[in-house]
């Protein structure tokens, strides 16, 4: 798991107290510890697992339900993820990832691999009309509830339904599903990565009260408004609302998080052998984190006026860095994109050429501009779909493209990198997979996407069956929502690399399904303890194979599951190489004494290949073992080649 290190202002330590940086510490730590600017001891107890006492609850956001929907985020999840490559696209090269399953479970498997890593979130969450499909959570056994309200299997648990604002718990349903989902988000964001939640005025004021708690207060950016609609609508005391709210909450606001959006217009006031164009931003980077040993990837060479190499020197003689890596600055230098300008020291100071008249600035209104209506985002589905509204009410391209450029901008971030993460775990018809590809094959960009989407049955019971139903038929798939986004992803693929032929970025994803751990479960109420024992002799449940239990291994060490995986061989058993762990993953069904000169030398020979040994961690399958020899050889055999990292499953 990542960590995060903690950051002191070196101007206020002096002034500071011991106790006032130990309560900044817990701020940034727990923001939703407290509450009106006080420490909110039995809630701090909670999140780090100490018992409470009942007592009234203190100002602030309160509803039934929310101590148990606090602990829900801290409950760790007893599933797995299990891979399916025959419904993923690119399986091999793709960084992409889709998950189908619930949401918060989901979330919480995702928390090893992704725990700071994510650049931008955004959700367009049930908005509670009354009519949503609102997520029950069965908090004491989320996987079992999960297969009994997608149809899986038949349970006592609760179901998903949709909400009555005759039930009086309409706000309450939807607090609780919406925190322990929001608290496992925020452990995802980077230290710069913001959240951007899409809402409408039933829930904004409850969103926004939510979200200050988790996030604190300080860390609120704004709240966008989206003109969401012309015209028409429904009515309420003779106004009809036509506009919607983007919330925008930050990991830590004091990193500036977002960054420049189209806004205008500017003439081109300048000229070469090309073209029109006009100066834009400096490519040298000033100010603090603008030297070369606070970002050495980023200083480097390129070719200047006259062919001599120009580096990005200060104006005070130091070694700075450029604002974008090398394989960017290069292409710049290549399309004549950049404009040198000499300085009295005999260095240069490089401009980007614009040769738009689109200027980018900081936003400075919360007005979202020229992002598209909801009619928009139904054009685009339909697009895809032959004429057909596979989805009702969805947002836009266009709209999240604008965020995306606020909060993952093209540019390389403090460590030279451009694959911003984005996550949307309520996926709904995938406008945020295709809203991050058009970007990149626009911007020639890195970003990668998160999705998560619920299989959410698909209704049977119209006479006339939907355009969706009729799509999941036609393919010959389960008739269920994240059917459909998967599909959707699919052409969207397609048709942005029709549009962009050059585009030779990654527009596939990996498919990872929700389902029970992979391994046995003992039976605690057991009457037959002998036929018990007998059925966890392995560890493994029978019906699920080396490549399912190789994607636990992963989210159990907090490896991505999109790393590269390659197989290679040895004693006629498969040995999962993933040169990102350092990992290799050697589950073989048996292998006996004789086996283990050859699997040992094998191992070795590979950990030298990826890393030093002793960083890489050997994965094995405890029951392949024909015997405690075998075992207690190989183990020898590893340690003897500085591979010490060996665990057992």
Not at 240 to 260: I, K, M, N, Q, W
Not at 456 to 469: F, G, I, N, T
Not at 627 to 632: E, I, L, N, P
Request: aromatic share 8%; proline share 5%.
């Amino acid at each position: 798991m990542a960590t995060e290190t903690v950051r002191i202002d070196v101007e206020r330590l002096e002034d500071e107290t011991p106790a006032e940086m130990n309560r900044d510490r817990l701020l940034q730590l727990f923001p939703e510890a407290f509450l009106d600017g006080q420490l909110d001891v039995q809630a701090l107890l909670q999140l780090v697992g100490e018992p409470i006492e009942t007592q009234a609850e203190k100002y602030g956001l309160t509803w039934h339900g929310k101590r148990a929907a606090r602990q829900a985020a801290l409950d760790t999840s007893v599933g797995t993820l299990r891979p399916a490559p025959d419904e993923s696209l690119d399986w091999d090269s793709t960084r992409n990832l889709f998950v189908e399953g619930d949401n918060l479970e989901a979330l919480k498997l995702l928390q090893k691999s992704f725990y700071g890593r994510v650049k931008m979130i955004y959700i367009d969450p049930p908005y509670n009309t009354g009519n949503d499909f609102i997520y029950r959570d069965n908090y004491r056994d989320g996987i079992t509830n999960y297969k009994f309200v997608t149809g899986q299997v038949d349970s006592d648990g609760k179901a998903m339904s949709s909400d009555s604002e005759t039930t009086g718990r309409l706000h309450t349903s939807w607090l609780n599903m919406m925190y322990p989902r929001l608290k496992l988000a925020r452990n995802l964001l980077r230290a710069d990565g913001v959240l951007f939640m899409s809402i409408d005025e039933r829930e904004v004021g409850n969103a926004r009260l939510l979200l200050a708690e988790i996030f604190g207060e300080q860390n609120a950016i704004c709240e966008f408004i989206w003109h969401a609609k012309k015209g028409g609508g429904s009515d309420k005391g003779g106004v009809v609302s036509e506009h919607e709210y983007v919330l925008c909450f930050a990991r830590d606001a004091t990193r500036e998080p977002l960054g420049y959006l189209e806004v205008t217009a500017e003439s081109l006031d300048r000229e070469d052998e090309i073209g029109p164009y006009r100066r834009g931003r400096e490519l040298n980077k000033w100010g603090a984190n603008s030297l070369r040993t606070d970002r050495p990837t980023m200083f480097f060479g390129i070719p200047g006026p006259d062919g001599q190499e120009v580096l990005p020197i200060r104006n005070d003689g130091k070694e700075g860095c450029w604002r974008r890596g090398r394989k960017q600055m290069m292409a710049a230098v290549t399309r004549k994109d950049i404009d040198f300008v000499a300085r009295a020291d005999g260095n240069f100071t490089a401009y980007e050429k614009i040769r738009n008249t689109d200027m980018r600035a900081k936003p400075h209104r919360t007005l979202l501009p020229n992002v598209g209506q909801t009619a928009d985002g139904t054009k685009a589905i339909k697009a895809l779909f032959d004429g057909e509204k596979v989805f009702d009410f969805t947002k836009p391209p266009r709209l999240i493209e604008a965020l995306i450029e606020l909060a993952a901008p093209p540019e390389p971030d403090f460590d030279g990198q451009t694959d911003f993460i984005v996550l949307d775990f309520f996926a709904g018809s995938g406008t945020t997979a295709e809203a991050v590809m058009n970007l990149n094959a626009e911007d020639e960009a890195e970003r990668r996407f998160i999705l998560v989407q619920l299989p959410e049955p698909l209704s049977l019971e119209d006479k006339s069956p939907s355009a969706a139903v009729q799509l999941c038929q036609s393919l010959r798939v389960p008739t269920n929502i994240a059917e459909v986004t998967k599909e959707r992803i699919r052409r969207a693929s397609a048709a942005i690399r029709t549009s962009h032929p050059d585009w030779q970025g990654d527009g596939g994803f990996r498919v990872l399904k929700l389902d029970s751990t992979n391994l046995q479960e003992w039976d605690a109420e057991t009457t037959d303890i002998e036929a018990t024992l007998l059925a966890n002799l392995d560890h493994v449940k029978s019906d699920r194979g080396s490549n399912d239990l190789l994607f636990e291994i992963l989210l159990r060490l907090g490896v991505d599951p999109t790393a590269r995986i390659e197989i290679r061989s040895a004693a006629n058993q498969s040995i999962y190489v993933v040169p990102d762990g350092p990992l290799i993953a050697c589950l073989a069904d048996d292998y006996d004494n004789a086996d283990v000169a050859e699997v040992a030398a094998a191992l070795a020979k590979i950990a030298e290949e990826i890393s030093p040994a002793a960083d890489v961690t050997v994965v094995l399958r405890d029951s392949a073992f024909l015997s405690d020899v075998a075992k207690t050889n190989l183990l020898a055999a590893l340690d003897q080649s500085a591979i010490s990292n060996v665990k057992t499953i």
